[in-house]
């Protein structure tokens, strides 16, 4: 082909140039407007996504605090703890310190007993600040090398939930849950030493303290031929909760053991465990590494919700049972209404199972589940109402 000739044609595709809608001549070279789209979008592909610029609310503990009131009942302290690490968080992630000046990551620990809202609380923080939020279990999470999900998972699952937005996920948010069950059994022993929850802590000290993790984008298994996506977990803020069953009896003996000679006979169940009252050390001792507990700078601890607080989480907070339920009766063109007493009873039996705000899902559903069986038979019947009373909590059953 001649120059002339080439000068016709697009030097990429070859398409002459009454082909195609424009072609761009230079000296030796010319080009077609298709080609040019063309190679637009893989330039654009190829670059690293924009990620949204961070909200200036994320950056202000009070606003942060603000939102999970609409959320969270109760938990004041845990709130405003919780707020102000991820405030501090997002700044410094976010602007840069002058060069002798490094701003150390505060990972946090949240403490609390089953259903007082360790979970909500972190999901709700994730929700606010619109970033991608992992919730995995300690439980399911093994050293490398064991069946079971390594620890690496997480970097794949956040990677996963950011859309493959490496730049997003590396500040993103992993909740680790139950992470006292991976605590290792007694003291000190090395027979009843439980290997495999101390190796898991140890798996995740490097992630938590950042590192460079190799992940696959699918976050499938590694597989030696699949291409590997570098995720920097340098910014990645770890919230990990966990019930801590047994804990307030370390510390109390802990406290007792301090004012030996003053009379007083703690119970454990006097000693709320609050954020100022739990020392790392009585963390070792629960079984934690103090590597790691040293890498979760900040401490909440959330305590039992009461009865006036429960009440409040069935009626009050923004997507409440209640309101879910009444959602779920109206499909079927029946209106469901709570008699205040209903609603005390119901929190009462939940108090009864200890098991936090969790109980009253069970309860709610236990007093509902005879109504919620002949609804269908409740709008034949023309009844377009149903009045939840006291007795009805008691002795559920269908009112036909
Ligand atoms: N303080 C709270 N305010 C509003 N709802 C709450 C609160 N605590 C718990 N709940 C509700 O109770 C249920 C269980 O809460 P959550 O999962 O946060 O408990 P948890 O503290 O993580 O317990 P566990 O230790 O068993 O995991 C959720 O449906 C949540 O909405
Ligand atoms: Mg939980």
């Not at 859309?163 to 991976?182: M, W």
């Not at 109390?252 to 100022?276: H, L, M, P």
């Not at 934690?288 to 507990?293: Q, T, V």
């Not at 709008?379 to 009373?389: A, L, Q, W």
Request: charged share 25%.
């Amino acid at each position: 082909m001649t120059t002339e000739n080439k000068l016709t044609h697009c030097s990429f595709c070859n398409n002459h140039k009454d082909q195609v809608n424009k072609l761009i001549v230079g000296e030796q070279v010319a080009i077609c407007s298709d080609c040019i789209e063309l190679c637009n979008q893989l330039i654009t592909n190829d670059l690293p996504k924009e990620s949204d610029p961070i909200e200036d609310s994320n950056f202000d503990a009070e606003a942060i605090t603000a939102y999970l009131d609409d959320h969270v009942i109760g938990q004041d302290d845990a709130k405003k703890i919780l707020s102000v690490a991820i405030a501090n968080h997002y700044k410094r992630i976010t602007y840069h310190p002058p060069d002798d000046l490094e701003i150390t990551k505060g990972n946090v620990l949240l403490i609390g007993p089953t259903g007082s809202g360790k979970t909500l609380l972190a999901k709700s923080v994730a929700k606010f600040l619109n970033v991608p939020f992992v919730v995995a279990d300690a439980t399911s999470l093994t050293e490398a090398g064991y069946v079971g999900d390594d620890v690496e998972s997480l970097i794949s699952m956040l990677l996963a939930n950011a859309d493959g937005d490496i730049k997003l996920a590396e500040r993103g948010i992993i909740f680790i849950d139950e992470i006292d069950k991976i605590a290792r059994k007694g003291e000190s022993t090395s027979i009843t030493r439980d290997v495999s929850g101390e190796g898991v802590q140890q798996a995740l000290l490097k992630l938590v303290e950042g590192t460079v993790c190799r992940v696959s984008p699918s976050g499938g298994r590694k597989h030696p031929n699949s291409e590997m996506i570098e995720v920097n977990t340098k910014n990645i803020l770890f919230i990990a909760g966990g019930a801590f069953v047994g804990l307030s009896e370390l510390i109390k003996n802990r406290v007792q053991g301090t004012t030996i000679g003053f009379g007083a006979d703690i119970k454990a169940s006097d000693v709320e465990i609050s954020s100022d009252l739990v020392s790392p050390d009585d963390l070792t001792k629960f079984g934690m590494i103090p590597e790691f507990i040293g890498r979760f700078t900040t401490t909440v601890s959330l305590s039992e919700l009461d009865k006036t607080q429960l009440i409040r989480v069935l009626t009050e907070v923004k997507n409440n049972y209640i309101n879910q339920y009444k959602y779920l009766f109206s499909i079927d063109k029946v209106e469901l209404s709570f008699e205040d007493k209903a609603i005390e009873q119901i929190v009462d039996n939940c108090l009864k199972l200890k098991t936090g705000a969790r109980g009253l899902h069970t309860e709610i559903e236990r007093t509902l589940m005879p109504h919620m069986f002949y609804i269908r038979n409740y709008y034949k019947n023309g009844v377009e109402k149903i009045n939840i009373s006291q007795e009805l909590v008691l002795e559920p059953k269908a009112i036909l």
